[in-house]
């Protein structure tokens, strides 16, 4: 009972002293305050992401690139969920690609967009970059051929260009069947295409580099019928004269050497081919 006593005794002696007071009073207004913070902190986290986004951009027009992706990468791995993250990445990583040739670290930085994001609007965008650096920077032509066999499949637009780039890829691997598979799909989906003409004299191309010289010979004849005043038809002339120069067709490589004369932009290719069409005319003679 005196033990009781005494707690009721020590508790109101407590409950009357300054301290317990002052904590009473403190307590709550710190909790009010904090939750207070953190409510605003949330409700204005959007508005600084789009003020740290902006001065990125910002950074860009006055190109300090290498701090434009650091303030991208810092919303990206600071604010994974936010609707900057994904587009935060991209821009990182086209910034490295574009302006800083940092073409690896660009890589790195569609590679996880598309890991982490697969259904962002800025996820082919960066394919196509990734195409482009693995075919044109880093010379990787059987990863940019996967790339660019993605965007074709994913019906990215301009779709013909992909698949021109898809086949050019396989050309520069020197698989020349299956870059002319892909330049003949292109004729067939696309007869409007722009690249239709280069296609066209490229698979006579592909015919003449297997030594097929007959198909290539043929092609190209329907090119230069077809699109006389086109210059992949000087090409195809030219290319003409290659491939008759093989068959030991001489005098007709010849004629169309000597007509190409003033009208192929290389003069000078046309000069050497000339003088070895007709050094190997001279020698025939010679062994007649």
């Given at each position: 009972m005196k033990q009781r006593l005494l707690q009721e005794e020590l508790s109101r002696k407590r409950r009357n002293s300054p301290l317990y007071r002052l904590l009473?009073?403190?307590?709550?207004?710190?909790?009010l305050i904090s939750a207070a913070s953190i409510g605003y902190y949330f409700a204005t986290l959007d508005q600084r992401l789009y003020?740290?986004?902006?001065?990125?951009?910002?950074?860009?027009?006055?190109?300090?690139?290498?701090?434009?992706?650091?303030?991208?990468?810092r919303i990206y791995e600071e604010h994974p969920?936010?609707?900057?993250?994904?587009k935060s990445l991209y821009r990182?990583?086209?910034?490295?690609n574009l302006f800083i040739n940092q073409y690896h670290a660009a890589l790195l930085a569609f590679l996880r967009l598309e890991k982490e994001y697969p259904d962002s609007p800025h996820v082919l965008p960066a394919l196509e970059q990734e195409a482009d650096i693995y075919k044109n920077r880093l010379r990787d032509y059987g990863r940019a051929a996967a790339l660019y066999q993605k965007l074709v499949d994913r019906e990215r637009k301009p779709a013909d260009r992909f698949l021109y780039e898809?086949?050019?890829?396989?050309?520069?691997?020197?698989n020349f069947e299956q870059a002319r598979i892909e330049f003949e799909n292109l004729l067939k989906m696309w007869p409007d295409s722009s690249y239709v003409a280069e296609v066209r004299y490229r698979v006579g191309v592909t015919f003449s580099l297997e030594g097929d010289l007959g198909a290539a010979e043929k092609v190209f004849l329907q090119v230069i019928k077809d699109l006389p005043d086109d210059p992949f038809a000087?090409?195809?002339?030219?290319?003409?004269?290659?491939?008759?120069?093989?068959?030991?067709?001489?005098?007709?490589?010849?004629?169309?050497?000597?007509?190409?004369?003033?009208?192929?932009?290389?003069?000078?290719?046309?000069?050497?081919?000339?003088?070895?069409?007709?050094?190997?005319?001279k020698l025939k003679k010679r062994a007649i």
């Open positions: 009473v009073v403190i307590v709550p207004l710190f909790l003020n740290s986004f902006n001065l990125a951009e910002e950074l860009i027009l006055e190109g300090e690139y290498t701090n434009a992706v650091e303030l991208y990468r969920d936010s609707d900057l993250a994904a990182a990583g086209e910034v490295q898809l086949a050019d890829c396989y050309f520069r691997v020197n000087t090409e195809a002339l030219f290319s003409l004269a290659s491939v008759l120069e093989e068959q030991e067709r001489l005098r007709e490589a010849l004629k169309i050497l000597n007509n190409l004369e003033g009208v192929y932009p290389n003069a000078e290719a046309v000069e050497r081919k000339k003088t070895q069409v007709e050094e190997r005319i």
